[in-house]
């Protein structure tokens, strides 16, 4: 194999550059090739996946940034199950197949698959995928429902091969098609994976046979020592010291009892600590979290607060400690339930974020949606007799930030994925979106308010389907900072007869054909007082109707002439002296 630069020996900082982007667009091509070829809206449309590079020494070195949710899962699941079904049992075109979140995946319905990377016979890495399949089956379409332990939640696949030099395993295949619901969309979708990855073992041989096996692992060897470098120089740049919050979740799902969430923060010149002790103990429900889900959170926050031009790799992780008592909510314990992890580590990364507010006002928002906010349902369509499943995730209000207002409607810290657009599940599935609208004066109020929920309405005709929700933020609203106002809760409705009928914001619900299912998500909180708010800022709000004229004197401490679409400067001067006057 002809290479065109010899064994490195010594550092060329542009070559590490070019290796260090070049790895990425690897990732980024097998990150294009799934969302082109798989078939659920949640993987091609809405973005619920991911893709890596990780070394043959199990690190790992490059990611397709389409979740921050992935950044530490295929690197904690691809060593691991390495480790379990050994390297030696491994051969070129082989796939492996995981999604068991007690070997440190994430919850069932996010399926990884795995391929080893060989050179002139020599293993120089794995090509790595996760997707959020749409359905795994279990105990309620979409995989997402109230369960109890871990074999309600769906299909658990251990470490198995799916593929072997090249060809899929036709009996697993069969095994795994026949425990989902949505059998076209995971078929699909797996196949979009086993793509993906030959299309890194494709991109990545081109690289290697380009500047050799040798020059690529002696520069990822180099780019992770400089990832960790630079996290720890910017740790150095952090105040030190301890620093605490605490919150709750809604519920569990089961009962309804909160979940209360704990952490300390400790930063030194070497290292951040995140410690759980404290949290509560795991439930007999889905609201439960492993230890991959929870160090997950801690490195998305950390991310946030350094360099965003430092890489993430095995290397910014070295500086991370993060104590989670086994058997805690934060580090389930076998076979505890973890369908609702990735809620309950949204919530996590609200909590750090509090925690830190104190010391670093400037690089913090206020409370924000907080959560995944799941909405999965399925039946027997009434046009082809097939039995169909949907999923998709809703967003909410970001919280106010130190100079700027939250985003209305988005999702929000490890959530990155996208809007599923009415017109494709409209035409796939036989579902009505009747209503999606933000809601006005969902936001929390402050100098920068937060931004608004929204509605989204769905009505089913010709079928009763089964629908879950699996969310939260009906009980604790997303806070406000620094005088800020805490934002407008969520709401989960049945609408029957016209009348409002709230429903729990996890469990399974049957619809009856005609009546609608309305989810309201919360706002994000506000930053600062609302009385030092920008009066033209109040005035925008109330002609765009995110505000109405009523909140904006109220909250605002605004006066706004409807007539002529004007700042009353006199009243509003006297609501504003008014409002510092003693009570």
Known sequence: METLTPPQTTMDFILLEVLRNALVEVTEEMSVSIQRTAFSTNVKTRLDYSCAFVDAKGRMVAQAFCQPAHLVTIGRIVPRAIEEYGVGNLEPGDGLLVNDPHRQASHLNDIFLIAPFYIEGRLLGFLANVCHHVDVGGGAPASIGAFQEVYQEGIILPVVKLVSRGQVNADLWKMVIANVRAKKEVAGDLR??????????????????????????????????????????????????????????????????????????????????????????????????????????????????????????????????????????????????????????????????????????????????????????????????????????????????????????????????????????????????????????????????????????????????????????????????FGGSDAKTAHYLLVEGGIDKAVPSKGTTRVKSGNLIRVETCGGGGYGPAEERNPESVLRDVVEEKVSASRAATEYKVAIDTQNWTVDLAKTRQLRQEGKKPQ
């Open 192 to 481: 979009a994976q086993i793509a993906a990855n030959e299309m890194g073992v494709r991109r990545l041989t081109a690289l290697a046979e380009r500047y050799g096996a040798d020059t690529i692992d002696f520069y990822v060897d180099r780019l992770l020592e400089y990832t960790e470098q630079r996290v720890r120089v910017e740790l150095k740049k952090l105040p030190r010291g301890s620093f605490e919050a605490e919150a709750c979740l809604d519920d569990d799902g089961i009962t309804p009892e909160p979940v209360r969430l704990k952490v300390r923060i400790t930063i030194d010149a070497q290292k951040i600590s995140f410690d759980f002790t404290g949290t509560d103990e795991q439930r007999s429900a889905p609201m439960n979290c492993n230890m991959t889900q929870t160090f997950a959170a801690c490195v998305y926050v950390l991310k946030c607060l350094v360099d965003p031009d430092i890489p993430v790799n095995e290397g910014f992780y070295q500086p991370i400690e993060v104590i989670a008592p086994l058997g805690s909510a934060v580090n389930v314990r076998h076979p505890g339930a973890v369908v609702g992890g990735w809620e309950v580590a949204m919530r996590l990364c609200e909590i750090l974020f509090k925690a830190l507010s104190t010391v670093l006002p400037e690089r913090v928002p206020a409370g924000t949606k907080g959560m995944v906010c799941h909405v999965g349902f399925g039946g027997k369509s009434p046009k082809t007799g097939e039995y169909y499943t949907f999923l998709e995730t809703l967003a909410g209000g970001y919280g106010g930030r130190f100079r700027s207002d939250g985003p209305d409607a988005v999702q929000t810290h490890m959530q990155n994925t996208q809007n599923a657009p009415i017109e494709e599940i409209e035409l796939n599935y036989p579902v009505r979106i009747t209503r999606y609208n933000l809601i006005p004066d969902s936001e929390g109020p402050g100098k920068f308010r937060g931004g608004l929920g929204l509605c989204r309405e769905y009505s089913f005709i010709g079928h009763e389907p089964m629908l879950t929700l699996l969310a939260d933020r009906v009980k604790f609203p997303p806070w406000g900072l």
